[in-house]
């Protein structure tokens, strides 16, 4: 098995799952939640089995609107049989209860309206979150890759291993966030701290399988000094791919398993970890390894003298 | 060699007995058999968090420009009035936690009036002045007093429930002749007590320091209204306490010592430097040191709680017998061997969690779940590893020791970056109250740690104790190498 040989094929899989994701994250923004951006959402039960419809929740909310609370629009989804769920700008907890009892006392059928789920978070809360995001992946990707350079001091180069794991991590965040913004314009889902934490745990997941993959080119590159450098890279992720794939299976199992019967609320948490945690398996044995002999061979200096080959991110 | 797995698999089989018990319990007491003291009396009862069990959690800021500056002592007395308040209410077990440098998490567990308890949380909050005759209250209880109600309500007022106990010690000075312990049979007889005086009469507030004890007192100013109300007041009242009530509760009862007819007058007890300013800024601000607005608020509902840990519970049982079986079966008797020790790293974790104490929250179980794949990768790691060294020839001994060493280096490099995150995460989660990725990384760091634990020991033991027992040359399709020398 040879997957050094065909890295720029890899490489070029993997931009073809990114590009659709970045396009929609161009075109369509990433959908962001009320935790980011500030705002409210409102869950509500009714008993009776008969929620209102989209048009009657808007007249309801509109009603209080005022000059300094605009409410008008919100966006009502369905939320099983007998639940909606509604979106709009902040709303506090008072006005809550005057429109949750507006709604029991117009469409309640004389039965009960449980409110399930009310968030709101103003917007400069929101705007801080999402900039301390940010931040706070960053953070991470330095972290690690600092971390990465010092493990591996002992072979040489040691930073090309640490950029080349951050490379393959950023890899996956960028699928992961177009993953995000595809289902987001398809499904209506909104990316919230839920989501942060998902991409957080494959940021987690991908630099682990990347420095398993690593820790054997490091074994190997002392082993077998005379051979070169390609061969070793690709013996060892073929030593390694028994453990990546028992590995991956083990978790998309469990992963699965959430997905399936977990219920409502952890569901879109649970899928963007299914694609993050297999893109992070990808690029651990497609894209770090094979960007080290990318880099150990300098190859940038032909990619444009020769037919086009598909860049590397 | 030969003694010390056993040696090992003894205290392994303690700690997963020691698991278990923590685990189905709710209380643990250890009592010393000699003296019969109370070594350990815990509540060990599995935390829930407000999105599994319901409730609301809220996030207050200051309500004053960004560049205002707010210290940290302002923020723990406003935390501590609050807390108050809502211990008022009736709420039980409310969460509060400084969130520096300008916010306040609120977490009540359980409740559906939402909307009273946000109320009660934006009001000024009161401070009166309460006359006590002659018979002091502790400070801490909570009283009723007449402010707010015409004369006839209060004297036809059911005395019921009036005075209860101290909800906790609370931080205030005795005041000036700080009374005797005999002084609280009061707390028995229920009474509305008369209110003198509001917080609003209250001009300036200010510690100073007597010019020749040195101590610490508290000098304040009437609004001159007041004032002359305050002096035939304290005239007629020489000898009794006057105490100073907060939200219906006593934070101190100072005694008049004699007439304050200027509207000036010094409170003096045994006060410290912290213990005269807590009380000056209470005086002060009537309540809140700093004004509060709600920033962010999350209501879950009982119901959806339930239906959510039902869930997570099928899902988390499904997982891990998938997981289970897929280990027995690809990797035979070492996959065997490391699903036991899963079962010791399910209980281990689990008691951690009941024991530190972590509250658990939807992603929090996630995390948990998640960290069992990171357990099972270690076993993979290994068990990978050992197969390679027996191909290579090696006895199974060698093959054991060396695959372990091997495999160590991965496994502490992978998982000490999933650690930097955790790590990334907790301090993201905290800097915001978002308890929920909090959670996360708690369990998830945990995870990370008991299951290198277990990998590393538990799993090990048991190999060397089956080796121990069982003749490995002719067993070799029990670890899954005969066929297939790749």
Not at chain 1, 116 to 121: C, E, K, N, P, S
């Amino acid at each position: 098995m040879n997957i050094i040989k065909n890295r720029y094929l890899y490489f070029g899989i993997s931009l073809l799952v990114i590009i659709p994701g970045l396009l929609a994250l161009i075109f369509w923004k990433l959908p962001l939640g009320i935790d980011f951006t500030g705002g409210s959402l409102l869950e509500v039960q009714f008993a009776s089995g008969r929620p209102p419809t989209v048009a009657e929740v808007a007249v309801v909310y509109e009603e209080f609107s005022t000059s300094t609370r605009d409410l008008s629009n919100p966006l009502v989804q369905p939320l099983g049989a007998d639940s909606i769920s509604v979106r709009s700008k902040e709303m506090d907890d008072a006005t809550k209860g005057q429109v949750v009892a507006a709604l029991k006392e117009r469409y309640g059928g004389g039965q009960d309206v449980t409110v399930l789920h009310f968030t709101h978070v103003s917007a400069a809360v929101g705007q801080e979150v999402a900039v301390r995001a940010a931040g706070a992946v960053g953070l991470a990707a330095l972290a690690i890759l600092l971390y990465i350079t010092f493990a591996f001091r002992g072979v040489q180069h040691a930073f090309r291993y640490g950029v080349s794991a951050v490379i393959a991590m950023f890899h996956d965040v960028l699928v992961t966030v177009g993953a995000e913004a595809l289902l987001g314009h398809f499904l209506g889902w909104q990316a919230d701290s839920l989501f942060l934490t998902a991409l957080l745990t494959v940021i987690g997941f991908s630099v682990h399988d990347t420095i398993v993959v690593f820790d054997r080119i490091r074994e190997n590159t002392n082993k077998y000094r005379r051979v070169d450098y390609e061969t070793v890279v690709n013996h060892s992720i073929v030593q390694t791919l028994d453990r990546s794939i028992n590995t991956q299976l083990t978790v998309m199992l469990t992963l699965l398993a959430l997905a399936l019967f977990g219920g409502e609320s952890t569901r879109h948490f649970v899928v963007i970890l299914l694609i993050g945690i297999f893109s992070g398996t990808y690029s651990s044995i497609f894209n770090a390894p094979p960007l080290l002999v990318v880099w150990e061979n300098k190859e940038w200096k032909t990619w444009f003298r020769k037919k086009e080959q598909p860049a590397s991110l | 060699m030969t003694r010390r797995p056993y040696l090992m698999l003894g205290l392994i089989l303690l700690l997963t007995a020691l698991a278990i018990w923590v685990d189905s319990s709710q209380r643990i007491t250890i009592i010393n058999p000699f003296n019969q003291k109370t070594l350990v009396d815990r509540n060990v009862a599995t935390r829930l968090g407000l999105d599994l069990r319901g409730g609301l959690q809220t996030l207050l800021e200051a309500d004053l420009p960004a560049d205002a500056d707010i210290t940290s002592d302002d923020l723990g007395v406003t935390r501590q009035i609050l807390e108050n308040r809502a211990n008022a209410l009736g709420v039980s077990e409310v969460v509060m936690q400084v969130a520096p440098p300008r916010r306040i998490v609120a977490e009540f567990p359980g409740i559906s009036n939402t909307e009273e308890v946000v109320a009660s949380l934006q009001q000024t909050g009161l401070l009166e002045f309460v006359d006590f005759g002659t018979s002091p209250l502790e400070p801490g209880t909570v009283i009723q007093t007449d402010y707010g109600q015409s004369p006839e309500a209060s004297a036809t007022a059911k005395p019921e429930a009036t005075a209860t106990a101290p909800v906790e010690p609370s931080p205030t000075p005795t005041a000036i002749a700080p009374p005797e312990a005999a002084a609280t049979p009061a707390a028995e007889t229920p009474t509305i007590y008369h209110t003198v005086m509001t917080g609003a009469a209250l001009d300036t507030v200010n510690v100073v320091r007597d010019p020749t004890t040195g101590s610490y007192e508290i000098s304040f100013i009437l609004k001159t209204d007041a004032a002359q109300l305050f002096a035939d007041f304290t005239k007629n009242h020489i000898k009794q306490y006057l105490a100073i009530v907060l939200d219906k509760k006593v934070i101190s009862a100072p005694i008049i010592e004699n007439e304050i007819s200027d509207g000036r007058g010094v409170i003096r007890g045994g006060f410290t430097s912290d213990s005269a300013n807590t009380l000056a800024v209470q005086l002060r601000y009537g309540s809140l040191p700093i004004p509060v607005k709600i920033v962010e608020s999350r209501t879950v509902g009982p119901t959806l709680g339930e239906e959510s840990i039902r869930r997570s519970m099928v899902a988390g049982v499904i997982g891990l017998t998938i997981v289970i079986l897929f280990m027995a079966l690809y990797y035979r008797l070492p996959g065997v061997l490391a699903d036991l020790a899963l079962g010791v790293y399910a209980v281990t974790s689990l008691m951690l969690f009941k024991l530190i104490p972590v509250v658990l929250t939807l992603p929090g179980i996630a995390g948990f779940i998640l960290s069992i794949g990171m357990a099972v990768d270690a076993n993979i790691l290994i068990f990978e590893r050992l197969k390679e060294e027996l191909r290579a020839g090696r006895n199974l001994r060698q093959a054991i020791d060396l695959g372990w060493s091997r495999a160590w280096l991965s496994i502490r490099d992978a998982n000490f970056s999933t650690l930097i995150t955790c790590a990334i995460l907790y301090w993201f989660g905290n800097t915001f109250g978002a308890s929920l990725v909090k959670g996360f990384s708690l369990t998830l760091a945990l995870g990370v740690l008991v299951s290198l634990f277990t990998a590393i020991v538990v799993t090990r033991t048991f190999l060397h104790v089956v080796l121990d027992n069982v003749k490995f040359a002719e067993h070799t399709r029990w670890f899954g190498i005969q066929e297939n020398p790749r």
